[in-house]
């Protein structure tokens, strides 16, 4: 069975510091990631997607895919209180999305 | 331009009964989702629609329904409600099976007693 595993959290982080949100999944047959954001109560958007071994980088996020470890990370750079929210990780597999469970992200100003 | 829309926001069923959420989009996209959101889980895929015209199951397909009307409108029926599908009900669209991003409705949330 396909899986995307991440810790539920809650992950605290000071404000201005850097958050780091991990992700497995077990499916080497795909290797298109999404992360999304989802504040409680709305609907998840969508922050980035990478599919190329190593870093993408857009402004104060950077997603890593390390194909070897099987493992995609999210980093937030200089964390906001508007930060605060639960991230998925996502995994596309033959066009539909496997997603991971999310983990709880919360700033302390 | 609204993007997807939900309707309804809330809804308490008792079991056995029926109820069809609509979901409609105005961006003229190709491909349509249903999910089901729960504690502690990721979202599951319920039924989804590549294109007008077809329609397939997706992980949790049991218990459900689904119509696509026309490529604007995507609905979900639960013919017989039961306490197992309490929960929250996404519907989402993107242009098509190779677009990367999905666009997601503000979700019905769902309580079946």
């Known amino acids: 069975q396909k899986e995307v595993e991440q810790n539920s959290g809650p992950l605290s982080v000071p404000e201005g510091a850097i958050a780091s949100l991990n992700c497995t999944y077990s499916d080497r047959g795909s290797q298109s990631f999404f992360w999304y954001r989802q504040y409680s109560g709305k609907s998840p958007e969508l922050i980035m997607f990478i599919y190329s071994n190593g870093d993408k980088e857009d402004g104060r996020f950077t997603a890593q895919l390390n194909k070897a470890s099987q493992y995609v990370s999210l980093l937030i750079r200089d964390s906001q209180p508007s930060d605060s929210a639960t991230y998925l990780c996502?995994?596309?597999?033959?066009?539909?999305?496997?997603w991971g469970a999310g983990t709880k992200l919360i700033i302390k100003p | 331009n609204a993007g997807v829309t939900q309707t309804p926001k809330f809804q308490v069923l008792k079991t056995g009964q029926s109820m069809t959420l609509q979901c409609a989009q105005d961006?003229?996209?190709?491909?349509m989702y249903w999910y089901r959101q729960d504690p502690g889980m990721g979202l599951r895929l319920i039924y989804y629609?590549?294109?007008?015209?077809?329609?397939d199951k997706g992980e949790v397909p049991n218990g459900y329904n689904v119509s696509r009307l026309n490529k604007r409108e995507f609905s979900l029926r639960l013919e017989s409600a039961a306490p197992s599908q309490t929960s929250v009900y996404f519907c989402?669209?993107?242009?098509?099976?190779?677009?990367?991003?999905?666009?997601f409705g503000p979700g019905t949330r769902l309580t079946v007693t």
């Open positions: 996502a995994q596309r597999v033959n066009y539909q999305l496997i």
């Open positions: 961006m003229n996209h190709n491909s």
């Open positions: 989402a669209s993107k242009p098509g099976q190779d677009s990367y991003e999905q666009y």
């Open positions: 629609s590549a294109s007008e015209g077809t329609t």
